[in-house]
């Protein structure tokens, strides 16, 4: 057993109570609803192939392109659950409060790619044929965190779950239709569960131990991906996703980043050591950092905008276009 392993172990153990109250707030507070009253079955056909139904085609996707894409990559990304379930039970263990938690998280995120996929078939949103390969493809692969320690594990956790809650959110806003925007909804408020437990963990871990804290924060900050990045094409579909104002640069600033670290009163802290001091100003660099990168991405995509906007202006105005162009 290494030496960080045990300080795991100890920190785990330390924990526990936090843990314990935790799931029981959680438990109290969560609300049981089933994926099935989520789906609109009504507009549901047979597909192709053993029973012989209609064949799918884009035409019969109405949702916008980069909701359509969000969708996939949010479904695609819970289906790799299996591996996510590993990794926390690996990190966090299976028994005691820690056991209870990790089994009861796995069933509440289980329930959110049923939900996603009846809607997306059900709807005809996606080409069942590709989404089933992209499935195969992105589960066997498997999922690595590429966080080593109980401290880290807490931190990319804290942050992912509200960053998931967001894209979630903005992608039913943006939908168009009311029936997604309603499960989206539901599935977001399951996610800010999540984030509410790990964030509170969180806090007490800075309570024990302020600098691992902070030195995992910043680690993971600085470094953070999303669960699905291992996906094909995911650089261009997380571009698509960032244009149409889905998760973007200045959402990761402002709505996941921000709410969680001034709740943790990150640059008000106490440290004890050195290591914790100078992974606060690695912490705040970054954010001064991405908080430029934000605002120049905002700017590009806004003007690219208003690119579109005035071309489409000139074309209506040009001789010959428009409803009336042919009559006497």
Not at 83 to 110: L, M, N
């Amino acid at each position: 057993m290494t030496t960080e392993s045990t300080a795991d172990i100890r920190l785990l153990k330390d924990l526990e109570p936090v843990v314990e109250a935790g799931l029981n707030r959680h438990l109290a507070g969560a609300k049981e609803w089933f994926p099935h009253e989520y789906v609109p079955w009504s507009r549901g056909h047979d597909f192709d192939g053993a029973l012989g139904g209609r064949a799918w085609h884009p035409d019969q996707c109405s949702l916008p392109e980069a909701v359509r894409t969000s969708l996939i990559v949010n479904l695609l990304t819970e289906d790799n659950l299996p591996s996510y379930h590993r990794i926390i039970a690996e990190h966090f263990g299976r028994d005691g409060a820690w056991g209870t938690w990790v089994h009861r998280w796995t069933a509440e995120e289980d329930r959110h790619g049923q939900a996603i996929r009846d809607y997306l078939l059900v709807s005809r949103a996606v080409d069942p044929v590709a989404l089933e390969r992209a499935r195969m493809t992105h589960v066997s692969a498997g999922f690595e965190l590429g966080h080593s320690s109980a401290a880290e594990v807490i931190a990319y956790v804290s942050f992912q779950e509200l960053a998931t809650r967001v894209a979630h959110r903005n992608t039913g806003r943006l939908s168009g239709d009311p029936v997604c925007e309603g499960l989206l909804t539901r599935v977001a408020q399951d996610e800010n569960l999540h984030m509410l437990f790990y964030r509170d963990l969180l806090d007490a871990l800075f309570e024990l131990a302020p600098d691992m804290a902070m030195r995992a924060v910043a680690t993971v900050v600085t470094s953070f991906r999303m669960p699905g990045h291992g996906l094909e094409g995911f650089t261009r579909k997380s571009t698509q996703i960032a244009l149409a104002g889905i998760y973007d640069p200045r959402l990761h600033h402002d709505d996941v980043l921000l709410p969680v670290l001034r709740r943790l009163k990150i640059f008000e802290r106490p440290m004890v050591g050195a290591d914790g001091e100078r992974a606060r100003e690695e912490l705040a660099a970054h954010l001064s950092a991405l908080d430029r990168a934000a605002h120049r991405f905002t700017q590009r995509r806004e003007a690219a905008r208003n690119r579109v906007t005035e071309a489409d202006r000139h074309t209506r105005l040009a001789p010959g276009a428009g409803p009336a162009a042919g009559r006497e």
